[in-house]
């Protein structure tokens, strides 16, 4: 009888330890944050929730889990997914879903595979892309980025017009819409304009923005944006010209 009890506990043991060892580990791929830069997330994902603009996923890094959301995306339980820029926010409700998060990511850069020249050298700095070829006809009274970005403090509070190629758009983080603009003009640093409007607006089309420029922004959790142009409105659109 003995003999039974104690292979009984050891067996108990055992199923217990498998147990945790596989709660600890729900959702973690071991090779997915390894070798990582700095500043770039390496996450496996969790749960999945579906809504018309955003997928909404837990994710599991570093054995904790946290929620992101992300512009809407096919996705599954296991995948694997990288991003460097996330916006945090708080008691973030979710009308569609009707369910209020107490944290969630948004994140703008999602992708399935590591792009080592995507890192971000600062937070809130803009990590898109730079567009060639661009090519905006004159509008007058317009502004350009180069120009902004170049004499950002006099720009500082000041309204202005510019014109561009919409090379990102997130819509309804904090009540607003994102917009990233790129027009051609800018050094290899300084080519993105971050814009934030109510309009609703095509990746691809080129629209003529005018809003107030702010410097040094801050969004909070480190969140800053060196130039940026806040609650423009946009006017003179042209359909998508470009898939990007």
Known sequence: MKNHVTILIITLSAAVLILFGNSCNRGKSPAVAENLPAGMHGVSVIEVIQTSNYTYLQVFENNEKYWIAVNAREAKPGDVLYFTQA?????????????????????????????????????????????????????????????????????????????????????????????HLQDGTGDDVNYDLTITTLDVLEVGSIATFEGKIEIDKDFGAGYTYEVIMEDAKASDLKTPQVTL
């Not at 403090?153 to 009540?175: P, S």
Request: charged share 25%; aromatic share 10%; hydrophobic share 45%.
């Open 87 to 179: 916006m945090e926010m708080y008691d973030f409700e979710s009308k569609e879903l009707n369910r209020t998060f107490p944290l969630v990511y948004f994140v703008q850069d999602v992708t399935e595979s590591p792009d080592l020249k995507q890192v971000p050298t600062t937070m809130g700095k803009p990590n898109v892309a730079k567009v060639t070829g661009i090519e905006i006809e004159p509008v007058e009274g317009a502004v350009n980025i180069a120009a902004i970005f170049a004499g950002k403090e006099a720009y500082a509070g000041k309204t202005v017009k510019i014109r561009g190629l919409v090379v990102k758009f997130n819509a309804g983080i904090m009540d607003k819409n994102w917009v």
